[in-house]
């Protein structure tokens, strides 16, 4: 069983598009998260839910937004894809304040031509 | 804003060395945490040390932690092959438990 579950794995699409980036746990845990991993493997938080509420909400454009409609799901829409949004996109789970790691997917890989 | 810093940003040694990263932080945490990520994979959580712990173990992995120092180290004993990898830490702190990480060391172990 995939314990973080990101979707798709790869995406290509060419600037200005809109596209989505589907997560979904399935570990019982109430907070989720989007980090960003540029081509230096710099990963940088991007946006944490808690029980679907907000809690983290790095200074990213406001091009990206996050949707919680549970605490098992957390997808991320993109709008007006630009060249510098290529990137893997990892979402995360964890269990907030419990003194646990959290549960990486295996990242959505994509690329704006 | 960035918390951690690596040291040495690249590692290469020999199959059945030890492998020792560093890393550096600069704002009260309230734990340390380790991951490993394969190339083109996924971040794998390996250890968490509180702030008032000073030392944990984990098989073949020893984490230590100097509050003071602001300061932690990953030892990796008898290392493998498949131990190459790049190696993060990262610090959870503030209110809304955030996680930070650092740019990780890339460790090359040699068959």
């Known amino acids: 069983d995939t314990a973080v579950s990101q979707t798709p794995k790869y995406l290509v699409t060419q600037m200005g598009n809109d596209k989505s980036i589907k997560c979904e746990q399935n570990?019982?845990?109430?907070?989720m998260y989007w980090y960003k991993q540029d081509s230096k493997k710099f990963l940088k938080i991007m946006f944490s839910?808690?029980?679907?509420?907000?809690?983290i909400n790095e200074t990213v454009p406001n091009r990206f937004s996050p949707k919680s409609p549970d605490k098992a799901h957390l997808n991320l829409h993109i709008n007006s894809l630009e060249l510098g949004d290529s990137a893997v996109y990892f979402c995360?789970?964890?269990?907030?304040?419990?003194?646990?790691?959290?549960?990486f997917g295996s990242g959505t890989r994509l690329t704006v031509v | 804003s960035q918390q951690g810093e690596e040291d040495p940003q690249a590692l290469s040694i020999q199959e059945g060395e030890n492998a020792t990263m560093n890393c550096s932080y600069k704002t009260s945490i309230n734990n340390l945490q380790w991951y490993r990520q394969n190339s083109g994979r996924g971040l794998v959580h390996l250890i968490l040390?509180?702030?008032?712990?000073r030392e944990k173990h984990s098989g073949r992995l020893r984490v230590t932690l100097d509050t003071s120092k602001k300061s932690s180290s990953l030892l990796i004993t008898a290392s493998r092959a498949a131990d190459t990898a790049s190696y993060f830490c990262?610090?959870?702190?503030?209110?809304?438990?955030?996680?930070?990480f650092g740019k990780g060391t890339l460790l090359t172990v040699n068959p």
């Open positions: 040390i509180r702030s008032n712990e």
């Open positions: 990262a610090t959870e702190g503030g209110s809304n438990y955030k996680l930070t």
């Open positions: 995360a789970s964890s269990q907030l304040g419990q003194g646990y790691g959290y549960t």
């Open positions: 570990l019982g845990h109430d907070t």
């Open positions: 839910y808690n029980n679907k509420e907000l809690i």
